[in-house]
């Protein structure tokens, strides 16, 4: 049973890509203005690759789905994550994805569901605790991230891949 059901309105601004956590679950969200049929298709049934980056004190998710979205960056400061986030790093469960298509008008148009491996799930919730107690602010790594979006190309941070999980 998906977080986000297909075909419900969900509250956006604008277009892009940003990432929320509910239930256990990374959600990631991709607004655009239209969806064809072959990119929902291929969203919920190509492979997928999801990477988790780590250079210096900026964090980030990598998302590429094959043949429909080329790899795309979305940042993520562990100072930010609310209480359900935190709360998930205590625990041994394993995390679960959603890729989610939203149309201009804010209607989910596709979902991809998929789950972390144990190895990598115990391993992102090592590396955020760890970010936990390291002396730095959201702002900080805001300006930290900035800078490396201007040096790196997307698909050039996967060389800092913490881990890299694929869903076929």
Known sequence: ???????????????????DYRKNTWLFLIRDKVWQKEEVQRTEKSAVKISFIQKGISDAFLLEIYDCLEPSD?????KDADQEVLDSLKTKDTYTFEIVLVSEDNVVRGIRQGTFSAKNSALLKEKLTGRLSQDFTSEDADH?????EQKYEPYELEQ??????EAG
């Open 1 to 19: 049973m998906p977080v986000i059901e297909k075909n419900t309105k969900i509250s956006a601004e604008e277009d892009g890509i940003w990432l």
């Open 74 to 78: 979305i940042p993520f400061c562990i």
């Open 160 to 165: 800092f891949a913490v881990f890299s999980e």
């Open 144 to 148: 930290s991230y900035a800078k490396l």
